[in-house]
């Protein structure tokens, strides 16, 4: 079982940034394929940024493309997302997920393909 716990949500105007940190609780991360969802009031859950193994391939919806950047750091277990020139439109809860990947350099892009999810960060974008 693997545990992820993320931080770094919080309230923010609108041009403003943060960056969400996502923590697993084993070495096994290493060999996660990871990825960031957000979920909006009355919406579906979509997807932000995923990324691979190796870090070397990762994907961004073209609603986030060009403003946020999702990277990881395998020797601290944890995955990022550095989010700039938010939107009042980025406001949601945002979720880490992971799976055991089939190859390093593998994403994934549905959120049903993820078997290990956080429990959620608040994003707050004003305008």
């Known amino acids: 079982q693997v545990q992820l716990v993320e931080s770094g949500g919080g309230l923010v105007q609108a041009g403003g940034s943060l960056r969400l940190s996502c923590a697993a609780s084993?070495?096994?991360?290493?060999?996660?394929?990871m990825g960031w969802f957000r979920q909006a009031p009355g919406k579906e859950r979509d997807i932000v940024a995923v990324?691979?193994?190796?870090?070397?391939?990762?994907y961004a919806a073209d609603s986030v493309k060009g403003r946020f950047t999702i990277s990881r750091d395998n020797a601290k277990n944890t995955v990022y997302l550095q989010m700039n020139s938010l939107k009042p439109e980025d406001t949601a809860v945002y979720y880490c997920?992971?799976?055991?990947?089939?190859?390093?350099?593998?994403?994934?892009?549905?959120?049903?393909?993820?078997?290990?999810w956080g429990q959620g960060t608040q994003v707050t974008v004003s305008s």
């Open positions: 997920a992971g799976r055991p990947a089939d190859y390093s350099n593998t994403y994934y892009l549905s959120d049903t393909e993820y078997v290990y």
């Open positions: 990324i691979s193994v190796s870090g070397s391939n990762t």
């Open positions: 084993r070495r096994t991360f290493s060999s996660y394929a």
